[in-house]
């Protein structure tokens, strides 16, 4: 992970054509409901025009297709929302690359922005097309990657440009999402403690597998747990079953006792005879879930018994809720843990993108974590010890 960080340039004078992900909840009339991704952007944008740089922005927006109508795809209200938040000069173009493009990098003055129109438009772009990446290399003199939540996809505008390109280096975000995994990866202050959620077993089977060689313990919470709870022989009525991970599930449990991890699991759950907020709900312990009832969080004496075990870690990988936290009854053991480690700032927090990053903004506790990621499945495969092609590709210091 020893790669150019946006510091290492010099901007004052280049073109620089930067990837940012900001890909954003957008109410009806297509004006951004909520800015993270942007904000987060803010400090890599602010720096190049800082620095003297003309600023090129790439992104993609939903999951436009060819043939339809991909109107509510277009960049230009997010063009529009970033020019309230900058004081540089924002201008929008209709294309990805091709004249009309040219000669609005042409007309760019230090300090300006110019932002493409939605990269997934190009159908060259989710291909890693090398005339798209190679038109995309030749608008500017350098590459800058701030988009965290893409670095997992070889695309045009995230791997193929840096082939062609001079200098490839990690914007502010990327870089300090390097540094919070790249320090779990390789030299974590112990105790480290991990939490996983989720729905089934099979889609973590390789970050469980990596993260059992790296944590002291590894608490299993959210849907999967129930596959790990029938696996070691209890009952589990009507609750979330990954059948084809059963095995899996056994052999983690062997793994860890090999390998001297302790992994825990919930002692008490949180039950309810219908998936919604309005269902009747009890407490049952393990094993105790009724047919026709399902687990829908962790019981009270489970989340004692992880919090006692969290308190006492230096650094804690959180990725994935340990209930279904969008609902308010099924929300406390999540709740909990997020509270929890918002109480120990000497704690170093880090949560993995997606649900985990969506539970502790709802909470209104994101701010409070050491780190809240931008990229859940980008977060996810750095876990399983995958090697990121947008990461790969930028240049080495």
Not at 135 to 156: E, K, M, N, P, W
Not at 349 to 358: E, K, L, M, Q, V
Request: charged letters at 25%; a negative charge.
């Amino acid at each position: 992970m020893n790669k150019l960080s946006i510091e290492d340039l010099k901007l004052q004078g280049k073109t620089v054509l930067m990837r940012v992900d900001f890909n954003v909840p957008q109410n009806a009339d297509g004006s951004v409901r909520d800015d993270r991704r942007i904000q987060e952007a803010l400090k890599s944008i602010n720096y190049v025009c800082e620095k003297g740089g003309k600023l090129i922005l790439m992104s993609h927006l939903g999951r436009p297709k060819a043939g339809e109508d991909n109107t509510k795809y277009k960049m230009d209200p997010i063009a529009a929302h970033l020019a309230t938040l900058v004081k540089s000069k924002v201008t929008k173009v209709d294309e990805v690359v091709g004249p009309a493009v040219e000669a609005a990098v042409a007309a760019l003055q230090s300090g300006d922005i110019l932002v493409l129109e939605n990269t997934r438009f190009h159908p060259g772009e989710t291909k890693n097309d090398p005339e798209l990446s190679k038109q995309l290399a030749a608008l500017g003199d350098i590459y800058i990657s701030d988009a965290f939540g893409t670095v997992h996809r070889a695309h045009a505008s995230t791997e193929g440009i840096t082939h062609f390109i001079g200098q490839s280096a990690a914007g502010f975000l990327v870089a300090r999402e390097m540094a919070y995994f790249g320090r779990v990866l390789s030299d974590p202050d112990r105790p480290l403690v991990a939490i996983l959620g989720g729905a089934k077993v099979s889609d973590k089977i390789t970050v469980i597998e990596n993260l059992l060689n790296l944590v002291d313990t590894l608490i299993i919470g959210g849907g999967m747990a129930y596959t790990f709870m029938k696996a070691q022989g209890h009952e589990i009525g009507n609750s979330l079953l990954d059948a084809a991970g059963l095995d899996t599930a056994k052999n983690i449990m062997a793994i860890a006792r090999e390998k001297g991890v302790e992994l825990l699991l919930p002692t008490d759950n949180v039950v309810a005879d219908a998936f919604s907020n309005d269902a009747q709900w009890k407490v049952v312990p393990l094993g105790g879930i009724e047919p026709g009832w399902e687990g829908l969080d962790i019981g009270p004496e489970t989340l004692a018994r992880f919090s006692e075990v969290i308190t006492k870690a230096h650094t804690v990988v959180w990725n994935g809720p340990v209930g279904v936290f969008e609902m308010e009854n099924f929300a406390k053991g999540t709740r909990g843990i997020a509270e929890l480690l918002a109480a120990h700032p000497e704690i170093t927090s880090i949560i993995g993108g997606g649900d985990s990053a969506a539970a502790v903004k709802q909470f209104g506790l994101d701010e409070k974590m050491s780190h809240v990621s931008t990229g859940g499945g980008a977060s996810l495969e750095m876990l399983e010890g995958k090697i990121l092609p947008g990461l790969a590709a930028l240049t080495d210091k």
